[in-house]
């Protein structure tokens, strides 16, 4: 079993939908999780970052985190066509490793 | 401004060459990381640094070695090249410690072996 599962999509939405996006995964341990965002053909940029549970917002974009469940999402409101991307979660524990899911692509039709 | 940069950004090769990409950030971070990113697999940790002389194995390390013998650059050399390498490579950073350390990525290298 993978540390970090995330479905690959693709995921195609229409211009000003809501997306939600999601990992699960199996290590108790981890403790800090973030959303990248990666274009294509160019590396992954820090979206969200979260520590532990609960909820985080930024603008248009809100990251959850349910350690009870073991599962995370994120969610874009207003979804625009600049957000057609590539999304990456990752996770860590205490130490300095990261653990990252597959990606899920996402579309954004205008 | 402070960036990590990556070169080659695309590389073709024949198998059983030895290659050399290199990975070179102005951070000033510690740690410093290679991946390697297929369709279906995502992100493969190869090797990660914590520090100058520092060098440990990760999840895909067989092929693939690194040195750090100064903190800017982790370059990743390939020993004797194999097509099964043929694949996108993603040098990361990071500081030491801190709630809100994250990893900071390249723009990467496109590396087809022939």
């Known amino acids: 079993q993978k540390e970090v599962e995330q479905d690959p999509g693709p995921l195609s939405v229409p211009e000003g939908a809501i997306v939600s996006l999601n990992c699960t995964y199996s290590?108790?341990?981890?403790?800090?999780f973030m959303w990248y965002r990666q274009y294509s053909r160019k590396g992954p940029e820090l979206l969200m970052y979260?520590?532990?549970?609960g909820n985080k917002e930024d603008g248009r974009f809100t990251a959850q985190v349910d350690k009870s469940s073991k599962y995370i999402s994120l969610f874009i409101r207003d979804s625009q066509p600049s957000d057609s991307a590539t999304y990456l979660c990752?996770?860590?524990?205490?130490?300095?490793?990261?653990?990252f899911g597959t990606g899920t692509s996402l579309t954004v039709i205008p | 401004d402070a960036e990590i940069t990556q070169s080659p950004r695309h590389k073709i090769t024949e198998t059983g060459r030895q290659v050399t990409l290199a990975c070179h950030q102005t951070?000033?971070?510690?740690?410093m990381f290679w991946y390697r990113q297929d369709l279906g697999h995502g992100l493969r940790l190869i090797h990660y640094?914590?520090?100058?002389?520092?060098?440990n194995k990760g999840e895909v390390s067989d092929g693939y070695s690194v040195s750090r013998s100064n903190t800017e650059d982790l370059p990743l050399t390939l020993e004797s090249a194999a097509s099964s390498q043929t694949s996108v490579y993603f040098c990361?950073?990071?500081?030491?410690?801190?709630?809100?350390?994250?990893?900071?990525f390249g723009p990467g290298t496109r590396l087809l072996v022939l």
């Open positions: 979260t520590y532990s549970s």
């Open positions: 640094s914590y520090g100058v002389h520092d060098t």
């Open positions: 290590n108790s341990a981890f403790q800090y």
């Open positions: 990361a950073s990071s500081r030491t410690s801190g709630v809100q350390e994250t990893q900071y």
């Open positions: 951070w000033n971070h510690n740690n």
């Open positions: 990752a996770m860590r524990n205490t130490g300095n490793q990261f653990y």
